[in-house]
């Protein structure tokens, strides 16, 4: 009888048991999510960040939290959302150069590939090269016909060691057959301050950087159509079809890899919500970004495409 009574208890608890844990994955997330990004304040994750987590709890029913972690080119911030628990409670706000990039520049105390998975592209944002309108070239196809007869004149500023404004330099100079004198600044911020003290001929931005710099700072091209950027000259805004896709940003939401099935299904339903949010439109708009979310499932296939184009571009750099 006692034999019978403790089966029938421990039948119980673990019915109990069973449960409470469909009730849990029913129920994610039942608190708070943390966002790590691996930048500093104030920079474009920075401001993306703070739009869409300010928005997306409605679609998650709990707060997303901005963490902060600079630091070793991304690696600490990195880092420390690789050794979280793949619950769905710590994600990574980080972007293609360091995702799928980095790891062949540097020794990498983690392994994207095998650590992480996507759980949307939130955007990307197209770079232009600026220019000075004092430079001995007016428009994007005197500048190529300059740099031909001139290899290595053009000192070219960039935001770092393969950085997204070294990257972008570097696509040119391979897709256009031209040498650019690459020198290295500690952000975008003094690059584009080397070019208005002239000791740079260009450098690399975004397009609502340019337009707020002033001082006869302009486009000379863009890799997409450069909208809300004043129309000062005819050459301001001019697209060019072979920059497409040459040295954007894509802004990647990402989990450790691991994350139960329900669970990331719940986050990437959130952020295909976001897309259709008028508020979230309205917002990035304002910060002159747009809101072309990618499922973390289609990201998946050029997150593999782009890595082996990056290998070729570092391989090509760095031979010899």
């Known amino acids: 009888m006692m034999k019978t009574l403790l089966r029938g208890a421990a039948l119980a608890v673990a019915a109990t048991a069973l449960a409470s844990t469909g009730a849990l994955a029913d129920d994610y997330p039942d608190k708070s999510i943390t966002l790590i990004i691996p930048l500093g304040a104030g920079g474009s994750h920075d401001l993306n960040a703070r739009v869409f987590t300010s928005i997306i709890p409605q679609y998650l029913g709990q707060p997303v939290v901005v963490k902060l972690m600079p630091g ?159 129309d000062g000259t005819p050459i301001y805004g001019q697209e060019i079809p072979e920059l497409a896709g040459v040295g954007d940003m894509q802004r990647i939401v990402m989990a450790p890899k691991g994350v139960p099935a329900e669970r990331m299904a719940k986050l990437r339903a959130a952020f295909q919500q976001l897309k259709e949010d008028k508020t979230f439109g309205r917002l990035m708009s304002r910060l002159g970004e747009d809101t072309n979310i990618i499922d973390g499932a289609e990201y998946e296939k050029v997150r593999a495409k782009q890595s082996l184009e990056y290998k070729e571009l570092v391989e090509q750099l760095t031979k010899g």
């Open 72 to 230: 070793a080119s991304g690696q600490t911030g990195t880092a420390a959302a690789a050794q979280a628990r793949p619950d769905g409670y710590t994600l990574l706000f980080t972007h293609n150069y360091f995702d799928q990039l980095q790891q062949y520049v540097a020794k990498l105390p983690y392994d994207t590939f095998k650590d992480f998975e996507t759980v949307a592209m939130l955007n990307s944002a197209s770079s232009c090269v600026a220019s000075k309108p004092d430079r001995p070239y007016k428009t994007w196809d005197e500048m190529i016909a300059y740099a031909k007869a001139n290899p290595g004149k053009i000192e070219m500023a960039h935001s770092g060691q393969w950085g997204s404004g070294m990257v972008h330099s570097a696509q040119i100079m391979k897709q256009f057959g031209i040498t650019f004198n690459l020198t290295p600044y500690p952000g975008g911020g003094p690059a584009m301050k080397a070019l208005l003290s002239d000791d740079a001929d260009l450098t690399t931005g975004f397009p609502i950087t340019i337009s707020t710099v002033g001082n006869g700072v302009y486009p000379l091209a863009c890799g997409a159509k450069v909208e809300g950027v004043p």
